[in-house]
């Protein structure tokens, strides 16, 4: 796996190393040893499939707080996404950057979406479906989030939101996010 660290330190978008033939190819898409040779959490504790019918649908900005932290390997497995994480830890050097790459069935790439990070996406086609593998079990009294369209964070949103759920149009911004 070729690992590239984004511009939020601990972020991190996956490329599988092919070893290809006449067949097709074969590649890891996670290796324990690789995740804790650079500190990250290696973890998988809960896995997750979300399918999205529309394409322009967004889900986030979302994240567990303490106890509860967890870190994420997303991968999209049919279609393709706009993903975006967000620094949300206090006292960070980069609280509230963020960071956006293309996720797709065809790039094959995952990002690897630390602690303390928000997460969310818009789909960029119909069907589309992602993997998560989480290093926590979903624990919804940790659950939070903020404003997909905040401003002050800025995030470009490549499509307009054609769905997105009652639940995220009612987090707050980021300034009253609920931090722990």
Known sequence: MIFRELDLPGAFLLEPERLEDERGFFARTFCRREFEARGLDPEVLQCSL????????????????????????????RGAVHDVIVDVRPGSATLGRHAAVRLDAENRLALYVPPGFAHGFQTLEDGTEL?????????????RGFR??????????????????????????????EAE
């Open 131 to 143: 993997l998560y593998q989480m290093s926590a079990v979903h624990a919804p009294e940790h659950a």
């Open 50 to 77: 979300s399918f999205n019918r529309r394409r322009g649908t967004v889900r986030g900005m979302h994240w567990q707080a303490a106890p509860a932290e967890e870190a994420k390997l997303v991968r999209v497995v």
């Open 148 to 177: 997909f369209d905040d401003p002050e964070v800025g995030i470009h949103w490549p499509l307009p939101v054609a769905v997105i759920s009652e639940r995220d149009w009612g987090l707050p911004d980021f300034a009253h996010r």
